[in-house]
Nanobody
Framework: QVQLVESGGGLVQPGGSLRLSCTTSRNIFSMYHMAWYRQAPGKQRELVAT???????NYANSVKGRFTISRDSAKNTVYLQMMSLKPEDTAIYYC?????????WGQGTQVTVSS
């Protein structure tokens, strides 16, 4: 059973920072692309950032310059560093791993940006 275990969500004030973590198995971490998605209430799930096994990254326009996705191969963990958070960043954030014909999702972690 593949597991993606997320952590790091919480309540933060506008302008604040949070770091999300997603830990998985060595096989998944080394062979799959990893990504973070988010889903706000009443909205569709949207892609936030991706990182390849070779460390190539891509970001949604709405988070460019504020969010950074990274990988730690020693810990089989992918991070999403979020800075300058805005109320519109409030959502459940999901870790996602994927390759051709195969994908896995984490359980999600809530991020709330509010004063």
């Amino acid at each position: 059973q593949v597991q993606l275990v997320e952590s790091g969500g919480g309540l933060v004030q506008p302008g604040g920072s949070l770091r999300l973590s997603c830990t998985t198995s060595r096989n998944i971490f080394s062979m799959y692309h990893m990504a973070w998605y988010r889903q706000a209430p009443g909205k569709q799930r949207e892609l936030v950032a991706t990182i390849s096994p070779g460390d190539s990254t891509n970001y949604a326009n709405s988070v460019k310059g504020r969010f950074t996705i990274s990988r730690d191969s020693a810990k089989n963990t992918v991070y999403l560093q979020m800075m300058s958070l805005k109320p519109e960043d409030t959502a459940i954030y999901y870790c996602h791993s994927y390759r051709t014909y195969s994908e896995y999702w984490g359980q999600g972690t809530q991020v709330t940006v509010s004063s």
